[in-house]
Structures are given as C-alpha cells and as structure tokens.
C-alpha cells in the first residue's frame, strides 16, 4: 500500500514491549464516549452506506479553540497556520479558515487550494519548491509568505518576485537535526549567519522570519531544545541583524493528548503467523503525550529565556495532526464472517493509505452491537492482499455481517494518504447533531 515500503511510523514494532500498556479502564471510558453518540454515527450512513469518512466540524473547531486559548494566554503576539497536508478535506481547511486561522501548505497543489479558500495568512513551507510554485506564490504575495529551504530556492524566490515586480516576505527554515533524512529540510544554523547576509542582496525578497520544526513530539522536549541552541546562535548576530527577524515559526508536530497507541509486537500478519491467543489482541500500548496545555507553559518558557532577549517577533506555530485528528472517523460494515474470529469490512485500507494498523492500535467499535466488551477477531478489509487490516479485535457483544463498526479519531494523515487501489474511495458525511 505504501508506495516507497516506508512506514511513516517513528516508533516501530520493536519498541512496543518498552511502551506501557494502555489502562483498560481509560480505553474503556474512551470507548464508552463513542458509543454514547452511536445513534449520530449510524444515522450519517442513512441512505448513504458505507465505508465512509465522516467529518466532525464541532470537534475541530473545539480542538482548535483549545488550542488557540492555551497558546494564546502565554503568547498573546501568536499566529495559527494550520498545516493542510495533515488532511486535505476541504472542509477542515474551509471551517479553520472561518475560525480565524491561516494555512499551511507545502505545495502549489494545496497552495492553489488555499488561495481558493479566501485565506489571507498562507505559510508555504517545504524542501524543492519548484519555479513554477514561486511563480505562483509571488503571483500572491500579499496573501503568501515564502519559508526558504535553501540557498538555491532563495535565488529562485528572488528571480520569481522580480519577474512579477514585487518584493516577497519570506523566512528561512533552519534545520533542526543535521544528521540523517531530517537534513533535507532546510539550512543549518551554523549557516544562518551567511544565508541572512545573502539574502540581504536580495532586493526582491524581505527576509524577515526563522522556521524551524520538530516532529512526533510527545513531549515538548525537542522544540525547547532547539528554542535554546537558536538563543545561543543569535545572540553572536549584531543588532541590525536579528532586528530583521519580525517573526519566528516553532513548526509543529505536537501528538495528540491520548497519546502514541500501539498494536502488540509481533502482531503483524506473516506466513504462518500464530493464532489470535498466542497474539495477545486484547493487550495495547501507548506512549503518554503532554497536554497541549504543557506545551504551551513550557515552550513560552524556553522562549521568554532564549529567544524574546533578542527578538522583538510575533510567534507562528503550525500544528496539523492535533488539531484533525478527531475531527474525523471512518464507518465500515461488515460484509463477510469467515470463521468465528475472522470477518470481512466493506473497506480497505486504501482510505488510509499505508498499512497503519500492523502497528498502530485504534479500537473498532460496533455501534450495531455496543459493548465495552472487547472480544479477539481479526477485521479485515476486502482489498486482495493480506496486509488489509484494520484490527485483531473489537468492542461488542458480537459481531455479524451487516454490523456497522467506527474506527474513531482517523483525521490525521489517514484522508490525505487515501489511495484509489482496487476498490474506489469512499465519500465523506458531515456529521450533524
């Protein structure tokens, strides 16, 4: 499923014995919550059918209030972009347009969606923008801000803004990691000093920002880090430099509060591979993640005592999987009972994209048949390879075809990765209360 074999997963399968387990009684009060709307659930698919996305319009915007209130008490000088390749529904970027944040985006792709959206606050960010993206982006520069990923792309950004007779704003992204694939974005910092210094001769670009970001953050460990180490590296500029700098973007990454929840190990599927009982499917792991409200007092920290003693800016953060991963869920029907512990759904993993569930743990709920009672049956989809799986079990008190099951919380990096592969993909219900 995936096309470069690559599992977007940081963590791995080998890690999950190192992980503790998931409370039951959390899992179950989690469940339970979801349950309580079923009747929502069930009705979204009311001449309709299934497999389906359905977009929960309220838990984005509650998500991104919550958001935007425990930044904001610390940081009253911020600006939300929410970043579009999490999920590029349109309705998620169209309803946080309207809640007052700005966008995102790493492509002309979704730099072209966003401009449609009316939104006036874009971020474009992102390694090999291409000239004709440049183009685009100087076409709007009123609209756009340029992160630079590199020397060459700040001749092109320059030679497109000339073309079109204006001068863009722009920022830089500095690397966070140098060592490994997170090199490919952006410059390193001991590089910042000349990188400013060359795009000073610049005419047509207005270099007045710094980037960074770090990912798959459970905890807000890495970006105070790096909040230091920048500290440090600008206070050797002189003040006329680091006066340029009018804003600062800390990126994104911030994991959801319910944390990293993950499969058992050895649980993916192999020829011969054990029964359900030598799997343990009733065992799950999570990795905690920090409130958001932890990332906020600690970032503002790091920022007070780093980065405010010599930058007068505005704060620009980017957060794209907290804010949609609620936001939507997917609704599958049972089409087939193989064997008492083995039934088939009506779809596939291709409204995921990857083979997330060999690892990753969500619960799969029977809304037909509720219960906080979970039971071992590998779900499978009806794509025609083995890896379609969605789980090794399900809350119920039984499982038949016909039955309707949720797969909650899917609306980060699960819509945005969607393939058309042998069966075609689903549509999306706006869930209405």
């Known amino acids: 499923m995936n096309a470069d074999n690559q599992n977007p997963h940081p963590l791995g399968q080998s ?55 425990a930044f904001s008490s610390l940081m009253p000088d911020l600006k939300i972009f929410f970043a579009m390749k999490s999920n590029n529904y349109p309705g998620v970027a169209e309803a946080l347009t309207q809640a007052g944040l700005g966008l995102d985006v790493s492509s002309g792709l979704e730099l072209t969606s966003a401009l449609k959206l009316r939104n006036n606050q874009i971020i474009f960010s992102g390694p090999g923008k291409t000239p004709q993206e440049l183009d685009l982006a100087a076409a709007h ?34 690397c966070s990691e140098e060592k490994g694939m997170w090199r490919k974005f952006g410059i390193p910092l001991d590089e910042l000093h000349g990188f400013a210094r060359k795009a000073a001769s610049c005419p047509h670009v207005d270099l007045c920002g710094l980037q960074f970001h770090t990912s798959w953050n459970l905890d807000s460990s890495a970006q105070t880090k790096f909040l230091k180490r920048l500290g440090q590296h600008l206070a050797g500029f002189d003040h006329s430099l680091r006066s340029r700098f009018k804003f600062l973007d800390i990126g994104g990454g911030y994991w959801p509060e319910t944390g990293e929840w993950l499969q058992p190990p050895d649980s993916s599927p192999q020829p011969g591979a054990q029964d359900l009982e030598s799997m343990s499917p009733l065992k799950h792991y999570r990795f905690s993640s920090q409130a958001i409200t932890g990332f906020a007092r600690n970032i ?7 980065i405010f003693p010599l930058l007068d800016c505005t704060i620009y953060t980017e957060p794209g999987r907290w804010l949609c991963n609620g936001a939507m869920h997917i609704l599958l029907t049972v089409l087939d009972k ?96």
């Open 141 to 174: 520069a009123g609209r756009v801000t340029v992160l630079v990923d590199s020397f060459s792309e700040l001749d092109r950004l320059e030679h497109a803004s000339a073309f079109n007779g204006i001068q863009m704003r722009a920022g830089v992204r500095i």
């Open 15 to 69: 890690v999950n014995l190192k992980a503790p387990l998931l409370p039951r009684k959390e899992l179950e009060s989690y469940v339970q919550a979801f349950l309580k709307r079923k009747a929502e659930f069930l009705g979204a698919a009311d001449g309709v059918g299934s497999p389906l996305y359905l977009f929960d319009r309220d838990a984005l915007l509650s998500g991104a209030q919550r958001f935007k209130n």
């Open 300 to 306: 503002s920290q790091a920022l007070n005592r780093h």
């Open 338 to 433: 193989k064997s008492p512990d083995m039934v088939i759904t009506d779809g596939g993993i291709n409204l995921i994209g990857w083979e997330r569930f060999e690892t990753d743990y969500a619960p799969l709920i029977n809304l037909s048949s509720p219960s906080i009672n979970e039971q071992a049956c590998w779900v499978m989809g009806s794509l025609c390879t083995p890896h379609d799986i969605w789980g090794y079990s399900y809350f119920g008190q039984g499982i038949q075809p016909g039955d309707r099951l949720l797969v909650p919380d899917q609306g980060a990096y699960t819509y945005s990765l969607r393939q058309s592969f042998i069966k075609p993909l689903a549509p999306v219900v706006n869930l209405r209360k």
